[in-house]
């Protein structure tokens, strides 16, 4: 990690959704910020466009879904060719992290702060909180390379 202050975007990849959160390293804290919709996985581009330039970040960061014992999973590879379109498309530096259970934390960080997650995960906005939740994770292994 540089000295230099960092703001980062991470991406909860979906199929529907795309959680989307910002961070930055100075703090190592990130928040949720909005679920982007997605058609099988391939979302509206603009709509990253536009958050790239609202936010202006300096790199991004993508969940990879890996398997309870951290073989590849299929939505994991999906995650790693919206990490390489992310690429190619805003020419940002693009890492992806092992996301294992963090959309279950994020439900559970809903139901801890008292506020009621629907049945369906369908219906349930928790995909941001699990970007969040990914990218201070990876916030918090750049501190521990320093």
């Known amino acids: 990690m540089t000295a230099i ?3 980062v ?3 909860d990849y979906g199929t529907r959704q795309i959680g989307v959160a910002v961070g930055q390293t100075l703090t190592g804290n990130a928040r949720p910020l909005r679920e982007l919709r997605a058609r099988d996985g391939v979302p509206d581009w603009e709509q990253i466009a536009a958050l790239l330039r609202e ?3 300096d790199a991004l960061v993508v969940g990879l879904p890996l398997n309870m014992d951290g073989t590849p999973s299929e939505m994991s590879a999906r995650a790693q060719k919206f990490a390489r379109r992310l690429h190619g498309r805003f020419q940002l530096p693009v890492h992806c992290i092992d996301e ?3 959309t279950f934390e994020a439900k559970q960080t809903l139901r ?3 506020r009621r997650t629907p049945a369906s995960y369908r219906d349930n906005p928790v995909d941001s909180l699990a ?3 990914l990218l201070e994770t990876w916030l918090a292994s750049q501190t521990k390379e320093t």
């Open 5 to 7: 202050p960092q703001r």
């Open 9 to 11: 975007l991470g991406f």
């Open 55 to 57: 936010w202006e970040p």
């Open 100 to 102: 294992r259970l963090s």
């Open 112 to 114: 801890e702060s008292g």
């Open 131 to 133: 970007a969040a939740l």
